[in-house]
């Protein structure tokens, strides 16, 4: 049974030329592409997404970095249940500093504020944030799905 977690390419890597060395490097480790779109967010857009981090202190940072420029959130799907913390193992640290060598924010973060990339962090987000970006119809078949 395949599994699916959330993506999102975030704006300073769309920016700075990242966005293909990304999908690539998710490729690589395993993760096939079921969709994916370029957006530019709303503020409420992004209000909503990181809804959980509303009233800490980074909080209106991370929703004008997030809108400050286009992003690309992609459904990413592998064999078997763990599609969410190989992504969290795959993309490394929140702080790219902290970030184990060879992982996506290492190779491609500024900070930990603008750092590269988002994943979900449980089964239960991602199905909550493929739903937030995409409908049904738009995530293409694989495996027979
Ligand atoms: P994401 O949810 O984007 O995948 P994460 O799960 O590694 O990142 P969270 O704790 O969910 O980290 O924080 C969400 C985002 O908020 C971080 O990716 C980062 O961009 C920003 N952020 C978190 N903590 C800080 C901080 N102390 N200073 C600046 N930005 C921060
Ligand atoms: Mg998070």
Not at 72 to 100: Q, S
Not at 114 to 123: K, L
Not at 124 to 140: I, P, Q
Request: with cysteine.
């Amino acid at each position: 049974m395949p599994s699916q977690t959330l993506g999102i390419v975030k704006p300073d890597a769309v920016a700075a030329g990242r966005t293909g060395a990304i999908l690539a490097h998710l490729e690589r480790a395993g993760f096939a592409v079921r969709a994916c779109r370029l957006v530019r967010l709303t503020r409420p857009q992004a209000e909503a997404f990181y809804a959980v981090h509303r009233g800490r202190p980074f909080y209106p940072e991370l929703v004008d970095f997030m809108t400050s420029g286009p992003c690309l959130p992609v459904v990413l799907e592998r064999e078997g249940a763990d599609a969410v913390p190989v992504m969290r193992d795959t993309i490394g640290a929140t702080d790219p500093a902290e970030a184990a060598a060879g992982t996506i924010r290492k190779l491609y973060a500024e900070s930990k504020g603008r750092n590269a990339i988002h994943a979900s962090d449980s089964d239960d987000n991602a199905a909550r944030e493929v739903g937030f970006f995409f409908g049904e119809g738009e995530l293409a078949g694989l495996w027979g799905a």
